[in-house]
């Protein structure tokens, strides 16, 4: 059973956030969000992202709030020396909770995304996944401690017309993330995935009907705590009523319908 009131206790006391960096004052960002909703359970946090600005920031307003160490590692996970910057910075370290949230997907028909884009897309949330899992997930093995959240979409359980590699890609951690959950729990290590609907952050300003697609929004706050609330509870959690609605359309409709409902709903938002 998870106490959700001792979790640095539990799983060990630094957590590890990539893609963390603070977007804007008004609007945060998701990895913002599950920093400072650890930061608050008193976890000590290291903070991966490439903006080091954005990053430092954070790191010194939950120092300040929270009374927690912070370290920040600014890296690109598209390099291929990554792990020869972030080892050392992590290696003393007793990580016990780590959120892979970190994204980067290109949008346009498959024609229209260059391979590097889609390569890079691979690059992040696949291979770049397995080796966190791999790497961070093994000491937790050996500690017999640990908890994993993986940030997948609930974009996983669809094609996307100009979205292919986002599916393709959050699938993978859908189904990789579910499958560890099984296997992890007998070492002792919590995995939970989340499967948010669109999330309400500054990624929305990007896009031009941000008005109207809030409406289906949730709040990074929202997305962090119920993940987090689900650990030791089940393989995946969805998160927002979008989410719910597109699981339960699913099981009513067959996959050509959604695949076209989802096709009009990508072709709304690019109109207007
Ligand atoms: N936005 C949505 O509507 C939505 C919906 C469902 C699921 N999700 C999932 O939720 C997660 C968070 O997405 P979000 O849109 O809310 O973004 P976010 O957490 O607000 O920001 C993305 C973070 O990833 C970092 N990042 C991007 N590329 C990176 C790279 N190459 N190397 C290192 N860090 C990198 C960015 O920082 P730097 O730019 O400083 O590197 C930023 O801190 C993702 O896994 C996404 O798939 C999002």
């Not at 650890?38 to 903070?47: K, P």
């Not at 910057?85 to 992590?90: E, H």
């Amino acid at each position: 059973m998870v106490d959700r009131d001792t979790l640095p206790l539990q799983y060990g006391p630094w957590a590890l956030i990539t893609g963390a960096s603070a977007h804007t004052q008004t609007l945060p960002g998701t990895g913002e969000a599950y920093a400072h909703q650890l930061a608050r359970q008193g976890f000590n946090l290291v903070l991966i992202a490439r903006n080091a600005q954005h990053l430092n920031l954070l790191a010194e307003t939950l120092h300040n709030k929270y009374g927690i160490q912070t370290r920040t590692v600014c890296v690109d996970l598209t390099d291929p020396d990554l792990w020869h910057t972030l080892k050392p910075q992590t290696i003393d370290l007793d990580i016990g909770l780590m959120v892979l949230n970190a994204t980067y997907t290109a949008s346009g028909e498959f024609f229209d995304v260059s391979i590097d884009a889609k390569q890079q897309a691979i690059e992040i949330n696949c291979t770049r996944t397995v080796e966190f899992i791999e790497s961070f997930g093994a000491s937790m093995k050996s500690r017999g401690r640990g908890a994993i959240v993986i940030v997948s979409s609930i974009a996983a359980t669809y094609g996307q017309r100009n979205y292919s590699m986002y599916g393709a890609i959050k699938a993978f951690q859908q189904n990789l993330g579910e499958a560890i959950w099984s296997e992890f729990r007998q070492h002792g290590i919590d995995v939970i995935t989340a499967l948010p609907g669109p999330i309400k952050n500054a990624n929305f300003r990007r896009i031009k009907t941000h008005k109207q697609f809030f409406a289906f929004g949730v709040e990074p706050a929202d997305v962090a705590s119920i993940s987090l609330a689900h650990l030791g509870k089940g393989p995946s959690v969805r998160i927002s009523a979008f989410a719910h609605g597109i699981f339960w359309l699913q099981r009513c409709l067959p996959r050509r319908i959604i695949v076209a409902v989802v096709e009009r709903y990508i072709g709304w938002l690019y109109r207007s």
